[in-house]
């Protein structure tokens, strides 16, 4: 089946690439193993994040996406072209129209930096869209309406927060704070207050198993397997959830506050419809336990989570390609 069109979710933890017509065809971590005598990528994706933490010295697993933008762009580039060639096949006698899409804080020279990686990993052509603006195609919101709506954001590496009307952004914000964040306060939390050093993968597991954005009514518990910082042995402790929700107070209040500055910058007629309509959340973060509760008590405005809201910005990808003439105005930058 020859695939013209392609949208692909650039995240910092994830990249998930949609196909029209076919849905959601890879998710896959962003990583990539590099070999570190001749520079040669040697796998990327799944086979790549097994790699992290358990490479020989001549072997670097990394991601070379931070905070949402491109930090390493050749290994950006090799990583784009497998992606690409895998949904597309690399035997295609068209080069595919790509839709990328990148954090709402992203810089114009950022913004080229994705465009040009995407049209040398095989491109024919290279959109680039907002993540706020995406996701909201993805959850179904009318942008394009006169009406007000506010959506919240929150991957791996960035939290976009955004208020849409018309099909443009009327006021945003975006921190390098999100999924990555807490991940890295519940291993500190652990380090601090038990001596115990932790990888990022298990760091994750607890957040996901255990954590919640406000304590919980009945505890949950896990154990947890680590290193001793003191004998360097290995040992196991029990971490309960409200542990967790103080471990991750911090990062979410910059997250609580990013939002609280949009609502300031929102003008009232706009307000108004997101009051009446609440806070649209998408991302992998947003699964966090309550986070939309939190969101409401701190804002008072409710919030809900999207259908699949790890899917959203994917799925908006691929709607906005397959409908450029209605969000033209919504790409920042094309080639």
């Known amino acids: 089946m020859f695939i013209s069109k392609i949208g692909i979710d650039l995240g910092t933890a994830n990249t998930l690439v ?46 070379p996406l931070k905070d949402g933008v491109i930090a390493d762009y050749k290994v950006t580039e090799a990583m784009l072209r497998y992606f690409i060639d895998k949904a597309a096949g690399r035997l295609r006698l068209r080069k595919p129209e790509v839709m990328v899409s990148v954090p709402a804080g992203v810089s114009s020279t950022e913004r080229r930096a994705v465009v040009e990686a995407a049209t040398k990993a095989g491109a024919r052509a290279a959109y680039v869209i907002k993540e706020p603006v995406l996701a909201a195609i993805g959850a179904a919101i009318p942008i394009t309406e006169p009406v007000g709506h506010m959506v919240v954001d929150i991957g791996g590496g ?71 910082l003191l004998t360097g042995l290995p040992r196991t402790i029990e971490i309960r959830s409200s542990e967790i929700t103080e471990a991750i107070g911090e990062p979410l209040r910059e997250i609580i506050q990013a939002i609280k500055q949009v609502l300031h910058d929102t003008p009232p007629e706009l ?46 990808t691929g709607i906005a390609l397959e409908h450029l003439g209605v969000y033209k105005k919504s790409i920042t930058a094309k080639r």
């Open 271 to 316: 307000a108004a419809d997101i009051m009446e309509r609440g806070i649209v959340m998408s991302g992998g973060s947003s699964l966090l336990r309550n986070i939309h509760q939190l969101v409401y008590e701190e804002t008072g405005v409710p919030a809900r989570i999207a259908d699949d809201p790890l899917l959203c910005v994917a799925r908006g």
């Open 18 to 63: 949609y196909v029209p017509g076919r849905g959601v065809v890879i998710n896959e971590p962003s990583v990539v193993a590099v070999s570190v005598e001749d520079n040669q990528v040697l796998a990327v994706g799944n086979e790549a994040r097994e790699m992290i933490g358990r490479t020989p010295d001549t072997i670097i697993a990394y991601r």
């Open 158 to 228: 960035t939290a976009d927060v955004a208020v849409i009307s018309l099909g443009g952004i009327v006021a945003s914000n975006s921190v390098k704070c999100a999924g990555n964040r807490l991940d890295q306060a519940v291993a500190d939390y652990i380090k601090r207050h038990y001596n115990l050093a932790i990888g990022d993968r298990t760091a994750e597991e607890i957040k996901i198993r255990i954590g919640s954005a406000v304590p919980l009514a009945e505890e949950l518990a896990m154990d947890i397997k680590g290193r001793d």
